[in-house]
């Protein structure tokens, strides 16, 4: 069965510095989104892509996130300057329709 | 921001026992859908529903839809150590792309 794919499973970062994670959505999907979920609490949307542009994005998604697809098949989002309060689960999602997303295995980054 | 909150926040049932656990929002939703999360891995999809009033079963789960669209449950039957792990029910509003809004979670145990 078909499946979103995420990269590195860990990261482990100095605050102030870059980052990138990595996704491959399933292969025939259109629309792929971000979430991420700081330890013990809920998963929380952070952006939506859809036709090689953000269709939505929420307060967590400020200047210092960006997302792109750099290719027919990677889904990437970039953090420039990491923060303390980064450090979380991100999710990957990707959804053929607008409906039905199914996630990732997630990346769980640290930011020391 | 919507709230979706999930009762009960924890619960632990004997092996075979039936499980009820519900999600109540304080906005409409159009689609519902359930969730399951093992530790340190991604949600992975469990029931979607797209109609008020929809009863849907998948195996040993059943779920439902509420009539107001502002509430869904989850019934698990027949509990077994597997079903292990924290439920999330989560909402999506139409629009092209829309993002899910996550309920705050049931964990579950289960002891044999």
């Known amino acids: 069965e078909p499946e979103v794919t995420q990269t590195p499973s860990h990261q482990v970062t100095q605050m102030g510095q870059e980052v990138i994670l990595r996704c491959v959505p399933i292969s025939n999907h259109l629309y792929f989104y971000w979430y991420r979920q700081i330890l013990g609490q809920k998963v929380e949307f952070l952006v939506s892509?859809?036709?090689?542009?953000?269709?939505?994005k929420s307060e967590i998604f400020d200047d210092q996130f960006s997302v792109e697809r750099p290719d027919g098949s990677n889904f990437t989002l970039k953090i420039r300057s990491t923060k303390l309060e980064d450090s979380a689960m991100y999710f990957c999602?990707?959804?053929?329709?607008?409906?039905?997303?199914?996630f990732g295995p997630g990346t769980r980054l640290l930011v020391l | 921001g919507q709230q979706l909150n999930q009762s009960p926040q924890s619960m632990f049932i004997q092996e075979g026992e039936d499980v009820s656990m519900n999600c109540t929002s304080s906005s409409i939703f159009n689609t519902w859908l359930w969730y399951k999360q093992d530790p340190g891995e991604g949600p992975v999809l469990l029931i979607a529903?797209?109609?008020?009033?929809e009863l849907t079963s998948n195996g040993r789960l059943t779920a439902q839809f509420g009539i107001t669209r502002k509430d869904s449950f989850l019934n698990i039957s027949a509990s077994i150590p597997s079903d292990v792990g924290i439920y999330f029910c989560a909402g999506q509003k139409t629009g092209t792309a829309s993002k899910l809004t996550f309920g705050t979670g049931t964990r579950l145990q289960v002891t044999l």
């Open positions: 999602a990707s959804s053929a329709s607008g409906e039905t997303q199914y």
């Open positions: 529903l797209y109609k008020a009033g």
């Open positions: 892509f859809y036709n090689n542009e953000i269709s939505e």
